[in-house]
Every structure is written in C-alpha cells, then in structure tokens.
C-alpha cells in the first residue's frame, strides 16, 4: 500500500465557519500562503455558492498559491458545480468537492428520498463535476453513521462515475477509533475498483476522538485526511493538523510520510489564532502554551537529567524557538520584523512602522513583548478603517462606589462625547457608549483572556452581540481590560448595517 499521506486542510471552509472566525479575502490569502509554505497538498478555500464572499477568496486564494490543488466545496446540485467551476478558473490544479448525505436519517429527514434515489443523485453530481475537472472528491455526508454495507455500494458507485477521492466524514464525530477504523478497512476490502481512488477522512472533535478517529482510518488504509490548523471548526472542532503531523513524525513505525515541514506548525498556529480571534487552550497538544512547560518538580528533573524523559517532541521541530530574540521597548524595527517573518507575518514598510509604533507604546507598559502581543498588534490595523473609533476612556471605580465612565467616539470625523453609571467599570463604560450609539443591543457573550501570565500583559476580550435578531462578533486587546472591552463591543457595532442610522449626538460634557 502506497506509504504518501496526503494533507487536505479545511481550515479556510470547515474552520472559517466557525461563529466570530471570519476572514476577509486578504486574510485568507495570506492563511492560505502559509498552508502552501507548511507543505499541505490540498486547500479547501471555500464553499463558492454560499457567498459572493466566498466565490471571491477562492478565486483569489487559486490566484495566490502554486502547488497545492485548490479545492472548491458544493452540493450534489448542478448549479453548486457551475458556480464552483468558475470560481476555480485560475487555480494551477483544481479539484470539485461534492456530495450528498448517506446515512438513514439524512436520507430520510434531511432529503425525503431513499438509498436507490441517493445513490443515483451521488452518480450524477460525480459525473457531472467531470465534465470540468479531472479530480472530482466525493463526500458521503454522516458515513460515520451510515451502515458499512451501503456506504460501500456508494463509494462504489461514485469511483465507477469518476471520483479520483472518496471522503469518509465522521460528522457528528459519534464514532469510536475501533469503528471508524473497521469501517475505512470494510471499504477497502469489499469495495470494487477501490484502487482508482484515495479514501480520506474528515472527523469531527465532538466526542473529543477527531485525532484517534483520523488515524485509525490512516493505519487501515485511507490515505488523505481532512485537518484543520489548531483543529479548528464547527462545533467542538476538526481533526488538528500538527496532531496527526506530530504524530506520524513521532512513531517511526507508522512507514508513512507527509509533506509538511512541521518547523512551519507554530508559527502557522499562531498566526492562524491571531487572524480568527481563536485563543489556542494552553494545554493544546503541540501548540498550546503550556505543551512543554514542565512545572512538576520530577517531571522537571528528569528533563534537566534527559530531555527525553518527559518530552517525545523537540520543541525546534515543532517550530517554537527557545533561544528567539527578546523585544522590549530598545528593540529596534528589525527584530519586529524579523520576529513577526518567524511567525508568519510579513509586513509592507509601511504596515510595519506603524505596528512599531503601537509596538513602542506597548513595551513601554510591559517588561517584555510576547508572540501574541505583536500578533494581536500586526492584527490591530484591521480596526483602522472602522466607522466609530474609541477616542478616550476615563473610569472611575472602586470598592463600595458605583463606577462611572466618560468616553469619547470618533464616528466618521464627528466627536461625541457621554458618561454614564454602572454595575463595575465595563458595564458603566458600555453604558456611556450606548448613550451615543442608541440601539437595541443584547450582550450574549464576553470573555476575557489574559494572553500569558504578567498583571502588565496584554488581555483580549471576545463579546458577542444580538442586534435586529443577527448575532455579531467583536474582539479588542489592550493592557487595559475595560478599554479592550470597550474595543470589542465597538467591534461588534461597527460590523452592523447600515451604521449611519439612529445615531443619538449626546452634547458635550
């Protein structure tokens, strides 16, 4: 059996989905750069008929990169083909990723039909997507809970119709290793002509199996799998990227080889966080912050004694570079630029004086910058072009007193000023704020998260809002919670529409 895995990412269709992850067209180029640099094979760069958003960044993403297949995601509709064929126009190779669901309850609540008709609708979208592209992939939506039996009499029909990929989703990531491994070999064993196509998977995080799941069905013969970076996606997320990458590194008895450059997997995490406003969990498999910390007293005597007592990973081949350089405030333009290149992040001249200079305020309320801390910084231009901008804040608060806050708005040039009471700081600022932009607006999230472990360090605050029944998402990061809260909640405000109605002008104070 051929010993190349091939790496399919989804982190531009599966992980963007994601509520508050949204990435315009320039974001997701420069994401989709740093796949092709990673070594993935396959991106899946969107789902063309959903959005003119969407038909546009895979356009836009075929344009950007060279060697990996774009591929573009529809349904088993002719129209959803069409679209996606125009889309994929200027990509150097190009794939069409269709299908239909295949397990009993799709087939009966989802599309009110039967096997017989799905099989044949399966068939048509196959042959239809060949007309146009000489690698069409095939999804059988729900397989994880589709019966092994008719789930092969698809993947049969499909591959005779000219799939050159069959994928195997576990989609609502229900399946144990053991199952989903017997199911992949089931397919290979019993299945006509399965030598004319590759089997992947694509597993969900649901039940916390994504990664067992996925390489289960690696050890029993599929030989493409759907990742994500950070296993970002919908729900409790998608197979991770470095995991499976890390793990088939680490074992040297699975003979199997990809092509990533797993030097490129931090920085690529890293950057992928900062862009989606998605914190990486400290204890996160391979990326997260904590993945080689060691605080055990044994634990941190047997790495002083041998590494490898405790650590099966060297941190440099992971990408993370214990000897990097340390910013502070006397840290000249060429070590933010080169420290944000490590990262992944490169910046025109004139992007980058004006991170410096924000990077120049921040140091000098910190003793040292962080990784994150530039991210967020190198991210924080994506506010500039904002309608309403937040001119000053002043809190007043303390134990036993009611707080009140006083800020100033920017809002397309004209100054508005208002001060309100409220229960703590945040919700007075808020207050203020809503005195200005008068709407009905329903706070339904807010989280605050320090980005490492200093009382100086920088906090990013994630909120979501309910406005005229759409929920927006906001981000803010600043040393000080309460600004970066307000940050956020202008973040959500300024991404409704038409921003220039009912705007209440509070007289100065």
């Not at 087939?107 to 997507?129: G, P």
């Not at 060429?334 to 420290?339: F, I, M, V």
């Not at 980005?451 to 309910?466: C, L, W």
Request: proline share 2%.
């Amino acid at each position: 059996m051929d010993n190349r895995l091939f790496i399919f990412d989804t982190t531009l269709r599966d992980g963007e989905q994601v509520p508050g992850c949204q990435l315009n067209t320039v974001e997701k180029i420069q994401v989709a750069k740093a796949l092709e640099a990673l070594g993935v094979d396959v991106i899946e760069a969107g789902f063309p008929i959903s959005s003119p958003g969407d038909f546009n960044s895979v356009i836009e993403i075929s344009k950007a990169v060279t060697w990996p297949t774009i591929c573009a995601l529809t349904r088993a509709v002719q129209k959803d083909i069409d679209v996606a064929v125009d889309a994929l126009k200027f990509a150097k190779h190009k794939r069409i990723h269709t299908g239909i669901g295949t397990s009993d309850s799709h087939i009966k609540y989802k599309f009110n039909s039967n096997r017989e008709e799905i099989i044949e609708r399966a068939v048509a979208a196959v042959k239809y997507a060949r007309r146009f592209v000489d690698d069409v992939e095939f999804y059988a939506e729900d397989a994880g809970r589709t019966d092994n039996e008719y789930l092969a009499r698809v993947v049969e029909a499909v591959i005779k119709a000219g799939a050159t990929v069959v994928n195997i989703p576990d989609t609502t990531g229900y399946c144990l290793p053991s199952e989903y491994g017997a199911k992949i070999k089931y397919l290979i064993d019993h299945v006509d002509g399965i030598d004319n196509a590759i089997l992947s998977t694509h597993c969900h995080n649901d039940l916390g199996m994504a990664t067992a799941n996925t390489i289960a069905g690696v050890l029993n013969g599929a030989r493409q799998v759907e990742v994500t970076i950070n296993g970002i996606g919908e729900r409790a997320g998608n197979t991770a990227l470095e995991e499976i990458a890390m793990i088939i590194k680490s074992h040297h008895e699975i003979d199997i080889q990809t092509n990533i450059n797993t030097q490129k997997i931090y920085p690529t995490s890293r950057m992928v966080s900062s862009l989606m406003n998605m914190p990486v969990q400290p204890n996160k498999a391979i990326v997260g912050r904590n993945a080689f910390a060691h605080s055990s007293g044994i634990h941190q005597d047997g790495v002083l004694k041998n590494v490898q007592t405790y650590e099966i990973i060297d941190p440099h081949d992971v990408g993370i570079d214990d000897n990097s350089i340390v910013l502070t405030a006397r840290s000249g333009r060429a070590a933010l630029k080169n420290r944000l290149s490590i990262l992944g992040v490169d910046l025109e001249q004139e992007k980058l004086d004006k991170v410096y200079d924000e990077f120049l305020k921040l140091a000098d309320k910190k003793k040292d910058i962080n990784d994150d801390d530039i991210l967020v910084l190198a991210g924080a231009d994506r506010s500039q072009n904002h309608r309403i901008k937040l001119d000053y804040l002043q809190v007043t608060s303390g134990v036993g007193v009611r707080s009140v806050a006083s800020l100033g708005l920017n809002i397309a040039g004209e100054k508005f000023e208002a001060c309100a009471s409220g229960n703590g700081p945040v919700d007075a600022a808020i207050k203020a704020l809503k005195k200005i932009v008068e709407r009905h607006m329903t706070l339904k999230e807010f989280t605050i998260q320090a980005i490492s472990k200093g009382s100086d360090d920088v906090g990013k605050v994630h909120m979501q809002v309910e406005y005229d029944n759409q929920i927006y998402y906001g981000f803010g990061a600043n040393t000080d919670i309460i600004a970066a809260s307000v940050e956020a909640y202008i973040d959500c405000i300024n991404k409704f529409k038409s921003i220039k109605k009912r705007l209440k002008v509070v007289s100065a104070l």
